[in-house]
C-alpha cells in the first residue's frame, strides 16, 4: 500500500517514516510539509534517522495523494482539515491521528468521509482503545457515586489539553454512564470552584519533559479507589497503530471510522 506522510518532520511524522521502512506490505510515496518549513528538500529517511529513500520533502501534497493509496495525518486541525478534502478527492485512506479538532472541525471531517475512509483516533494505541473499553464497562458497572477524574501527562511540547487520549476516555465513561461528555467534563478548576459536581468528569493536564503519554482514568467512590492506567513508552507504537488503520482501511466503504473498529473492540 503506498502511504504518504504529512507532517513528515514532525515528532510523530519521522516515527511513521520509520515505520512504513520497518512493515511489510507499504512503501512510503511521498512526505509532505508545511510551507516554508526549513526541512523542504531533505530527504524523508535521513530525517527520520534510516538511510536515504529518494523521498524528499515537499510541500505539494496533490500529485502525491493522486498517486498514492493512503494518507497519515498527525499534524495540527487546520492543515488536517485541508488533508481531509484533499483525501476525499483524491478518494485514498485518510488516518488523522491529530488532536485538538473542534466540533466544527469534526463535522467537516465527517463530510470528507463520504466520499473516502476516514479512521480517526486520539490514541492510535492497541492499550489505550482497550483501556478506553474498560472504562466504559467500570464506569456502566460503578455509576456516578464513583467520582471520575482522568489524569494526563505530555511532555513539554505539547499544545493542546486535555490530550485527544483523555478526551477519548472521557467519550468510553461518559457513554459506560449514558450521559454526554460535553454535559458533565469538568476541564479546569482554580479557585473557589465549589463541592465537585455529582456525576462530573474531571480531566488534569500534566506538562513536562519528554513524556511520551501517561493516562489514569480514577473512579473515586466512598472508601475504596480504582486507577486505570496506561503509559505509552514510544511514538512508534502510534505509528503502527496509523499503519494498521491504513491497511484495515484499503478497499472498505467510504466512511469514519474509530481505532476500536480497527481493532474490533467498538461492541
Ligand atoms: P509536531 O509538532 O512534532 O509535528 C507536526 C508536524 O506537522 C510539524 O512538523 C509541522 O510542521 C507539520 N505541519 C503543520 N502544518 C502542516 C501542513 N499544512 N502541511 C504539512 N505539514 C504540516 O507534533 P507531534 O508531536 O508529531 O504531534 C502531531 C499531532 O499528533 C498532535 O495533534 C498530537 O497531539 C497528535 N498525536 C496523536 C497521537 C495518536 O495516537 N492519535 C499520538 C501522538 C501525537
New binding site residues.
Partial sequence: MRLVV??????????LVRTIAATEGVTLAGA????G?P?LGEDAGVLAGLPANGIALS?D?LPLFAAAEGVL????????L??AELAAQARIVHV?????CSAADDDRIEAASRHAVVV??????LG?NLLAALVRKAARALGPEFDLEIVEM??R????AP???ALLLGEAAAAGRGVALRDVAVRARDGHTGARPAGAIGFQALRGGSV??DHTVILAGDGERIELTHR?ES?E??AK??VTAALWGRGRKPGLYS?ADVLGLSD
Fill in positions: 504529512v507532517g513528515a518532520a514532525g515528532r510523530m511524522g519521522r516515527a509532505v510539509e508545511r510551507e518549513s526541512h510541500d501534497p495525518d498527525f499534524t495540527s486541525p487546520a492543515s488536517t485541508h488533508f488523522i491521528g491529530t488532536t485538538g480517526k483516533s486520539g490514541n492510535m494505541s489505550v505530555h511532555h511540547h505539547k499544545v493542546d490530550s485527544g487520549t511520551v503519554g505509552a511514538r507504537l502510534f497503530g496509523a481505532m
